[in-house]
């Protein structure tokens, strides 16, 4: 029953994870005037290519969005139905909240699953961060930007992943709490520091 539950939590986590990263692609690629296909191709590598990479590391087989067909589905029909459309107006501030909670979300699931398999903390924290930064780093190569992680004098970014890895395998190993109480407390954490780091654009010093 227990696995029950954490196997849905996941899913709801995951999908929410995916969904978002999509909408930031998805903003960003309108906002360039992609067209139906670019938008669509911008969505996905944004959305599940992050969790790829994370698979492939971890050798999961098959990769999490082709076992679960839904995802490329809905997110064609949402863009197709999007890009219908044609003179509605994207601005590339509403880039930032999608964004913001593809990071978090992604951070806690890759942190569980790295964290199952048993590898360090420092592993589960670097697998965390590339994972949670590399659908936006895609993302914004393909729409001709320079990646949001690689900017300087921006607020802080990749390093809430890996603070917040580093934080769901804490919780995890001193508090009593299960795993899935711990992944949205963890999640909670990143998009709230995020939000933080954005409002008053706290920067690394260096």
């Given at each position: 029953?227990?696995?029950?539950?954490?196997?849905?939590?996941?899913?709801?986590i995951?999908?929410?994870?995916?969904?978002?990263?999509?909408?930031?692609?998805?903003?960003?690629?309108?906002?360039?005037?992609?067209?139906?296909?670019?938008v669509?191709?911008?969505?996905c590598?944004t959305?599940?290519?992050g969790?790829?990479?994370?698979?492939?590391?971890?050798?999961?087989?098959?990769?999490?969005?082709?076992?679960?067909?839904?995802?490329?589905?809905?997110?064609?029909?949402?863009?197709?139905?999007?890009?219908?459309?044609?003179?509605?107006?994207?601005?590339?501030?509403?880039?930032?909240?999608?964004?913001?909670?593809?990071?978090?979300?992604?951070?806690?699931?890759?942190?569980?699953?790295?964290?199952?398999?048993?590898?360090?903390?420092?592993?589960v924290?670097?697998?965390?961060?590339?994972?949670?930064?590399?659908?936006?780093v895609?993302?914004?190569v393909?729409?001709?930007?320079?990646?949001?992680?690689?900017?300087?004098?921006?607020?802080?970014?990749?390093s809430?992943?890996?603070?917040?890895?580093?934080f769901?395998?804490?919780?995890?190993?001193?508090?009593?709490?299960?795993?899935?109480?711990?992944?949205?407390?963890?999640?909670?954490?990143?998009?709230?520091?995020?939000?933080?780091?954005?409002?008053?654009?706290?920067?690394?010093?260096?």
């Amino acid at each position: 029953m227990d696995y029950i539950i954490f196997k849905n939590i996941f899913y709801i986590i995951e999908t929410i994870g995916i969904f978002s990263f999509a909408l930031s692609g998805l903003i960003l690629a309108k906002q360039k005037n992609f067209d139906l296909v670019g938008v669509y191709i911008v969505a996905c590598v944004t959305a599940f290519g992050g969790g790829t990479i994370r698979d492939v590391i971890l050798d999961i087989q098959p990769v999490y969005w082709i076992s679960h067909s839904e995802y490329p589905t809905t997110l064609l029909i949402t863009v197709f139905i999007i890009c219908l459309f044609k003179k509605f107006s994207i601005k590339e501030k509403w880039l930032f909240l999608p964004d913001a909670l593809g990071l978090s979300l992604f951070t806690v699931t890759t942190a569980q699953m790295a964290y199952e398999a048993n590898l360090p903390i420092i592993v589960v924290a670097i697998l965390s961060t590339i994972v949670a930064s590399f659908g936006g780093v895609i993302r914004d190569v393909l729409c001709q930007q320079i990646p949001i992680i690689f900017q300087r004098n921006t607020p802080i970014y990749a390093s809430l992943a890996f603070l917040g890895a580093i934080f769901y395998v804490l919780l995890t190993d001193f508090t009593p709490f299960p795993m899935d109480i711990n992944m949205i407390i963890c999640s909670f954490f990143i998009f709230s520091a995020r939000l933080i780091v954005k409002r008053f654009h706290i920067v690394l010093p260096i």
